[in-house]
C-alpha cells in the first residue's frame, strides 16, 4: 500500500494567516492527490482533486500543487469557517490511502 | 446536486453482518462508482471498497473476504455487506460518490454518515 503522510500534525494559526500544510506519499503518485476539509460530526468535503484543480464552489483563497511524491495545500487568507481537519488521499491504486489528517485550530 | 444518504442499524452483534444502504437523489447513479468509506472514532479514513453502475467491484484487500458491495440502478441504491464484525468495525461509515478521472478519481460528494457500533 501506498503510505500518506501529512505534516504538521495540528497547526495553530489566526484568521488572516497563510497556512501550507504538506502531504508526501511513500512512491510516486503522479497528480493523482486529492484534499479534504472535515469538520466535527460532518462528512469530509472535497476541496481540491488532481493535486491543483479546485472543485466547483471551493474558495480560491484554497489552492494545491505537487506532482510525484510531495504535494501542498495552501489558504491564503484563513477565515473562521477554515478551521477543521484537512486529509490528502491518493487516487493512484488501491487502497486510495488517506494521510492521518492536519487538524487546523484557532491561535 | 448529487446527494447521498445512509441508511442502516446503528448497532450489530459481534460475528454478525453490518449492512447498509445508501441512496442517491439528484441524478442517476448510472455511469458512475458508489463507494463506502468508515471512520472509526478519533482515526483517518479508510476507504472500504467501490462499485461500478455495472457491477464490478473493487475491495481494499484488507477486508477482502468479508466485505461484499452491490448495486441496484433501478432503485438509485447501492449497498454494504460487512461480515464477521468486531468492535474494530466500530465506525462511521461514509457512502461516497466516486469521480471519474476528469476529477482525478476522488470522492466529489458524501454521504452524511452514520455511526455503526459493534457490541452484544
Not at chain 1, 29 to 46: D, E, F, H, R, V
Not at chain 1, 75 to 89: R, V
Not at chain 2, 6 to 24: A, F, H, I, M, N
Amino acid at each position: 500500500d501506498i503510505q500518506m503522510t501529512q505534516s504538521p500534525s495540528s497547526l495553530s494559526a489566526s484568521v488572516g494567516d497563510r497556512v501550507t500544510i504538506t502531504c508526501r506519499a511513500s512512491q510516486s503518485i503522479s497528480t493523482y492527490l486529492n484534499w479534504y476539509q472535515q469538520k466535527p460530526g460532518k462528512a469530509p468535503k472535497l476541496l481540491i482533486y488532481a493535486a491543483s484543480s479546485l472543485q466547483t464552489g471551493v474558495p480560491s483563497r484554497f489552492s494545491g500543487s505537487g506532482s510525484g511524491t510531495d504535494f501542498t495545500v495552501t489558504i491564503s487568507s484563513l477565515q473562521p469557517e477554515d478551521f477543521a481537519t484537512y486529509y490528502c488521499q491518493e487516487s493512484y491504486s488501491i487502497p486510495h490511502t488517506f494521510g492521518q489528517g492536519t487538524k487546523l485550530e484557532i491561535k | 446536486q448529487v446527494q447521498l444518504q445512509e441508511s442502516g442499524p446503528g448497532l450489530v452483534k459481534p460475528s454478525e453482518t453490518l449492512s447498509l444502504t445508501c441512496t442517491v437523489s439528484g441524478g442517476s447513479i448510472s455511469g458512475h462508482y458508489g463507494s463506502w468509506i468508515r471512520q472509526p472514532p478519533g482515526m483517518k479514513l479508510e476507504l472500504i471498497g467501490y462499485i461500478y453502475y455495472s457491477g464490478s467491484t473493487t475491495y481494499n484487500p484488507s477486508l477482502k473476504g468479508r466485505v461484499s458491495i452491490s448495486v441496484d440502478t433501478s432503485k438509485n441504491q447501492f449497498s454494504l455487506k460487512l461480515s464477521s464484525v468486531t468492535a474494530a468495525d466500530t465506525a462511521v461509515y461514509y457512502c461516497a460518490k466516486k469521480g471519474g478521472k476528469t476529477k482525478g478519481y476522488a470522492f466529489d460528494y458524501w454521504g452524511q454518515g452514520t455511526l455503526v457500533t459493534v457490541s452484544s
